[in-house]
């Protein structure tokens, strides 16, 4: 400790080393308000002073656990006392934004929020988008390989990463900062560092790939008689606005009914519909795209595939919607409630979710299960509550959620990551083999075990 | 010899095992008519079949390279006498197509345009499309990530890959068949197979992400009198057509003027204009869709950025004018005619071919550079006749296509590959620590170089 503290001081500067009671003053997360314990959190300025301190922390075998927007819900950022914490909090520039081919150029601690509200003045649009917008980074979505409500159309992170910088664990930078939408040559080396959680390398710098800003946006709410009906209308709604389908999010009954109770969202129409659906479709043309949106939507009433259809007639009208989707504080106000984020194909859904509720209807009588979903991108959301209890009920939980997965090729992490909380379970969604290159890749890029140690996988 | 030939009959069966006069009778390649040479060449009929050969070859230390389509143009698949030949034609088929989830579940040996039609069945569509589709086969498009005219609106096959199984030089099968846009299930394997040209793996199966097929085709040809008009209106299409413009493929008034000569293709407007570009938008109501996409054209014409427009009136019409832009026989006829394939970003391009015709003009005043590309996706493509001479001027005519993009962060290969014959140039698209990173990935991955050995880089 004495010969590490001093070295980070001189590479990142006084500023640059927090510890002690300025350390403990930091949340150890979003979600986590208790004191930050840890070595040491350094703050470098570039991808230089990164490489420095990780070249540093080799020659002393001292591990690093990286710290981003703090949002991730896997336990995947949890330093302990002996781990140096690496925050991107002073990598916050947006370098270059390029409106011909349509890149921006972006440092990883970045806030995912900043960059899209900067493209937007340039005209342009960058379509990663989720609930934490507001606090999560680049780095951390990249090192995740975020998801959100766009991935339908636009993809995850992965497809939004035209180029990367990243720092492996002896300090070497390798930067692959490509700009181009087709480049073969050689190995794509930027994959190795997108949804690995900061376990082989520290993300520093991203091209981004931009599209053009939508000129119009159309959402509604539709509620349905059957999952049936949910599956078809994606299909349906897919073809009739063909690439303009940005967003379908499905809620099923217990979620809707529960976030529209009393005092919390105002139900814009009955709450008693199996399932409900807010969709958003973007265009170039605000009165022939909407048109088409409303000639569509009618389509589905009129064949019985929706049965009731809100369509928001001001943008607050629009949020009002958008937040009874995104807004779940009614459900994850009561202790304890487990999140999950699960992905199946889609045939398979109505069957699973059926499934899970009757096995924790069975373990938990007075207990409840909320349910939403991107379904087009496979990828479930859970909220379990026992009804009683404190978190020692999660593993009974995980148990009833990811083990019928399995025989459906369903995997335990959609977007959310595995982190140290899932670890457990990956397996289940993993072969051996898999698993065995997966150790391989992590013992040959980082030998010393020194980035993110022990999340995602024991070695 | 002895011992391997006798050994992959057992495992294949003598149907399985070409060797003499019968493996003399196949070509080199589609592009080299010249009588194949190898050790054999074994043509496994499983997923299991082709660990037990590599299981093999890894016992006896015998190197293996793949043939798919053999329509790749860099040298990739190249074999000597000492090498084993391993062709996926006799795992060709189409296993699954999921309408609902939209995905297909292929053999690696499937040709890419059989795999199109079998999904147009079920009213899905494949989007991969390039000119090789009748003979390229998906593992080929995943080993070499192919790319085609479709990218700029669906991306390269890396986005259209849900899922692999692959085997490692050692035999073991990594069978990472997701089915969901999401999964975050620790690192994604898939990515060490998809572009690596080979090298890592042998890819045996593949889950396709499907779209809906489109309802409408609006097909353009316009002709513009700069390449700052060629941008600005890829920008403006883009918003006009937001999510339909799918191809967008420009020609440089040298590339349009040799296929229409007499005897080649007929000129559907005047041959004289400095860019011609082919457009093409898919979407879901065609007459809406027309309607929109005349009225950008008209839009694009007034305001001066086209100068010329013509709008096919017929499926053989657009064929005819999809032919100048893909048949190019006409410039290949011509004895040398180096073909290249590089990308940079679009700001620079204009300036990037001005200097690359002046080089050369300069080298060969007698010579001819004629350009096309998938501008959107930052790929030009040259086609380099010095007008005298042969295959031993193309290392000049390297340097002066080459060495003008390292200022530009250009890229030597933008969807070709790099195979043997880019080896020499990779170094000046990608840097030490990113050349010695792709090693220690082949040492590890691959520890006796036995998969295509010597392609993209020499250990």
């Known amino acids: 400790m004495s010969e590490l503290i001093p070295q980070l001081r001189s590479i990142v500067g006084d500023q640059g080393v927090v510890t002690g009671s300025d350390l403990h003053q930091r949340a150890c997360s979003y979600w986590d308000p208790s004191p930050l314990h840890a070595k040491a959190l350094v703050r470098p300025r570039s991808t230089d002073e990164v490489s420095q301190v990780l070249r540093l922390c080799h020659e002393l075998g001292q591990p690093i656990v990286t710290h981003g927007g703090l949002t991730g819900v896997v336990d995947g950022t949890v330093v302990s006392e002996d781990e140096l914490v690496l925050s991107l909090e002073r990598m916050t520039a947006i370098e270059e934004i390029d409106p011909v081919g349509r890149t921006a150029i972006v440092q990883a601690g970045a806030v995912l929020q900043t960059v899209q509200e900067a493209v937007v003045e340039h005209d342009l649009?960058?379509?990663?988008?989720?609930?934490?917008?507001?606090?999560?980074?680049?780095?951390?979505?990249?090192?995740?390989?975020?998801?959100?409500?766009?991935?339908?159309?636009?993809?995850?992170?992965?497809?939004?990463?035209?180029?990367?910088?990243?720092?492996?664990?002896?300090g070497t930078i390798i930067s692959s900062m490509n700009r181009m939408l087709k480049n073969n040559a050689g190995y794509d080396l930027k994959q190795l560092f997108i949804g690995t959680e900061g376990t082989l390398g520290i993300v520093t710098r991203a091209v981004l790939k931009l599209k053009e800003a939508p000129a119009s946006h159309n959402t509604a709410m539709v509620a349905l008689e059957s999952f049936e009906s949910v599956a078809q209308?994606?299909?349906?709604?897919?073809?009739?606005?063909?690439?303009?389908?940005s967003a379908y999010e499905v809620m099923w009954r217990d979620y809707f009914q529960a976030v529209t109770e009393p005092g919390w969202h105002r139900a814009p129409m009955g709450r008693d519909y199996p399932f409900y659906v807010v969709m958003e479709a973007?265009?170039?043309?605000?009165?022939?795209d909407a048109a088409q949106f409303m000639i569509a939507l009618e389509e589905a009433i009129e064949s019985g595939m929706a049965v009731?259809?809100?369509?928001?007639?001001?943008?607050?009208?629009?949020d009002a919607l958008w937040a009874i989707r995104e807004d779940f504080e009614a459900i994850t106000e009561v202790n304890p409630t487990f999140l999950y984020d699960v992905s199946l194909p889609i045939v398979h859904m109505d069957e699973y979710?059926?499934?899970?509720?009757?096995?924790?209807?069975?373990?938990?009588?007075?207990?409840?299960?909320?349910?939403?979903?991107?379904i087009g991108d496979g990828n479930l959301h859970l909220f379990v509550s026992p009804g009683f209890g404190d978190s020692n009920l999660h593993p009974q939980a995980d148990q009833d959620v990811y083990e019928p997965l399995?025989?459906?090729?369903?995997?335990?992490?959609?977007?959310?990551?595995i982190g140290l909380e899932k670890r457990g379970w990956l397996g289940s969604s993993r072969s051996d083999p898999e698993m065995e290159l997966m150790r391989l890749l992590k013992r040959t890029l980082d030998p010393k075990n020194l980035l993110n140690p022990g999340k995602i996988f024991e070695l």
Chains 1, 2 share one sequence.
């Open 406 to 417: 399995i025989k459906y090729g369903g995997s335990v992490s959609a977007e959310h990551g």
């Open 282 to 288: 973007n265009g170039a043309d605000a009165e022939a």
């Open 125 to 170: 649009y960058f379509p990663l988008d989720l609930g934490a917008r507001g606090s999560c980074t680049i780095g951390g979505n990249v090192a995740t390989n975020a998801g959100g409500i766009n991935v339908i159309r636009y993809g995850m992170m992965r497809e939004l990463v035209l180029g990367l910088e990243a720092v492996m664990a002896d």
């Open 308 to 318: 009731d259809a809100v369509i928001p007639k001001s943008v607050s009208e629009r």
């Open 353 to 374: 979710i059926q499934q899970v509720e009757t096995s924790l209807a069975r373990r938990w009588p007075q207990g409840k299960c909320y349910v939403l979903g991107h």
């Open 233 to 245: 209308l994606l299909k349906f709604m897919e073809r009739k606005l063909a690439g303009h389908l």
